[in-house]
């Protein structure tokens, strides 16, 4: 019995003695810039556990282990993986990964520097350049705000823009017809990505469009 007992300690000892791994988190903004609805998981568990991502759609500020890990895609309802993207993401980092397709090659990140204005009331925004035929884009937000012969894949820096209402044009880059004149609301001390999506001559879920993102911080 005393044999026993101290085996059972020197186990004891050895498990407190174990040095288990740190794990370091990255902060990720998911947006679905494609056509179909999605389920997003990281090595086979599940991540948009709230509701699917719908065409424009997205999911912001999850955290996620940092480091080379295993990005899936399925469609809703069926098991098989529509596409794999293995991605190495910083700790302590902000991102955004775009879907434009369905494979790997339509989709890319880009690191984020966040910043708000809590000073001057006013708001920033970006244009994310997601519509794989549209060509180069030139994009205007309000009278004062434009982002000029951006191309697909692109990211913009984020630029202040004053609060209220604001119309948004998109332009083939040397077009005087826009392709989209719409309205958005932008409140201040707040951060947002604009972002079209889809195909020029899409129709249903892949028409030609824009989506907005708040990426302002949890906290």
Same mark, same amino acid.
């Given at each position: 019995m *005393? =044999?026993?007992? +101290?085996?059972?300690?020197?186990?004891?000892?050895?498990?407190?003695?174990?040095?288990? !791994?740190t794990v370091t988190y990255t902060d990720l903004t998911v947006v679905n810039a494609? !056509?179909?609805?999605l389920n997003f998981y990281l090595d086979g568990t599940r991540q948009n556990n709230t509701s699917s991502l719908f065409p424009t759609g997205y999911v912001a500020h999850l955290a996620l282990p940092a480091g080379l890990q295993n990005y899936q895609f399925k469609i809703p309802g069926s098991s098989s993986v529509l596409f794999s993207d293995p991605l190495n993401f910083n700790a302590r980092t902000f991102?955004?990964?775009?879907?434009?397709?369905?494979? +790997?090659?339509g989709a890319f990140s880009h690191a984020d520097t966040l910043y708000i204005d809590t000073i001057q009331n006013i708001a920033t925004?970006? =244009?994310?350049?997601?519509? !794989?035929?549209?060509g180069n884009l030139d994009v205007y937000v309000g009278d004062t705000v434009n982002f000029k012969a951006r191309t697909f894949k692109t990211t913009s820096v984020f630029?202040?823009?004053?609060? /209220?209402?604001?119309?948004? #044009?998109?332009?083939?880059? /040397?077009? *005087?017809? !826009? #392709?989209?004149?719409?309205?958005?609301?932008?409140l201040p001390n707040q951060v947002y990505t604009l972002f079209a999506k889809g195909l020029l001559n /899409? #129709?249903?879920?892949?028409? =030609?469009?824009?989506g907005i993102v708040l990426n302002t911080p949890n906290n």
């Amino acid at each position: 019995m *005393l =044999f026993i007992a +101290a085996i059972i300690g020197l186990v004891s000892c050895k498990n407190n003695d174990n040095v288990f !791994p740190t794990v370091t988190y990255t902060d990720l903004t998911v947006v679905n810039a494609s !056509p179909n609805i999605l389920n997003f998981y990281l090595d086979g568990t599940r991540q948009n556990n709230t509701s699917s991502l719908f065409p424009t759609g997205y999911v912001a500020h999850l955290a996620l282990p940092a480091g080379l890990q295993n990005y899936q895609f399925k469609i809703p309802g069926s098991s098989s993986v529509l596409f794999s993207d293995p991605l190495n993401f910083n700790a302590r980092t902000f991102y955004s990964l775009y879907v434009t397709g369905e494979s +790997a090659g339509g989709a890319f990140s880009h690191a984020d520097t966040l910043y708000i204005d809590t000073i001057q009331n006013i708001a920033t925004v970006r =244009f994310v350049h997601a519509a !794989p035929d549209a060509g180069n884009l030139d994009v205007y937000v309000g009278d004062t705000v434009n982002f000029k012969a951006r191309t697909f894949k692109t990211t913009s820096v984020f630029l202040a823009v004053g609060s /209220g209402q604001k119309e948004v #044009k998109i332009y083939q880059q /040397g077009s *005087l017809i !826009p #392709k989209i004149d719409t309205t958005i609301t932008i409140l201040p001390n707040q951060v947002y990505t604009l972002f079209a999506k889809g195909l020029l001559n /899409g #129709k249903g879920n892949a028409v =030609f469009d824009v989506g907005i993102v708040l990426n302002t911080p949890n906290n």
